[in-house]
T-cell receptor, first 114, second 115 residues
Framework: AQTVTQSQPEMSVQEAETVTLSCTYD???????LFWYKQPPSRQMILVIR??????QNATENRFSVNFQKAAKSFSLKISDSQLGDTAMYFC???????????FGQGTTLQVKP | DAGVIQSPRHEVTEMGQEVTLRCKPI?????LFWYRQTMMRGLELLIY????????DSGMPEDRFSAKMPNASFSTLKIQPSEPRDSAVYFC?????????????FGEGSWLTVV
């Protein structure tokens, strides 16, 4: 079975500082993809970053980067230079080819404080 | 380019009534997903379609829930009869071949309240 676990229900960070959100997952597949989605109060699901499991290099998107540790099945999200607009719930998600399903973790609520 | 379009955005209905949620996927996307989000259970995949055919409906909670995709540009999720515990945000999402790692794009959600 595929599972995604986010162990930090809530986090906060001062504006302009760096924060890291944790995610661990479990799958027996070799071909899979990992995603971080952002959900602001509007509830819209917005893709932040994605990582292909076969790629060694960690993905980056502007202020967002991941630390992908395949052996440890860990996929953390680092937000640099945090901005007030980063305040949202963040979901880690796993997609596996054999199931065709995108499975989400429980989410981490991030508050950026001025 | 238009994203995934869902309607209605908000619906309040009485217990026992039929509810129909609608979704228009992104043009050209051949996969369509229905998710439900609640505080207790988080984001759950209810059903997904490939080329208008339901592939996996194991997440559909009960027979009261049904989903259809009559063509590539339209899908419905129906609840009949509705119950208060069905209150949730329902998301529709679409993708171009997620097996290739293509992004799954979400609509803005339909907020359902059953009283």
């Amino acid at each position: 079975a595929q599972t995604v676990t986010q162990s930090q229900p809530e986090m906060s960070v001062q504006e302009a500082e760096t924060v890291t959100l944790s995610c661990t997952y479990d799958t027996s597949e070799n071909n899979y993809y990992l995603f971080w989605y952002k959900q602001p109060p509007s509830r819209q699901m917005i893709l932040v970053i994605r990582q292909e499991a076969y790629k060694q290099q960690n993905a980056t998107e502007n202020r967002f980067s991941v630390n992908f540790q395949k052996a440890a099945k860990s996929f953390s999200l680092k937000i640099s230079d945090s901005q007030l607009g980063d305040t949202a719930m963040y979901f880690c998600a796993l997609f596996t080819g054999n199931t065709g399903k995108l499975i989400f973790g429980q989410g981490t609520t991030l508050q950026v404080k001025p | 380019d238009a994203g995934v379009i869902q309607s209605p955005r908000h619906e309040v209905t009485e217990m026992g009534q039929e509810v129909t949620l609608r979704c228009k996927p992104i043009s050209g996307h051949d996969y369509l997903f229905w998710y439900r989000q609640t505080m207790m259970r988080g984001l759950e995949l209810l059903i997904y379609f490939n080329n208008n055919v339901p592939i996996d409906d194991s997440g559909m909670p009960e027979d009261r829930f049904s989903a259809k995709m009559p063509n590539a540009s339209f899908s419905t999720l129906k609840i009949q009869p509705s119950e208060p515990r069905d209150s949730a945000v329902y998301f529709c999402a679409s993708s171009l071949g997620p097996y290739s790692g293509n992004t799954i794009y979400f609509g803005e959600g339909s907020w359902l309240t059953v009283v």
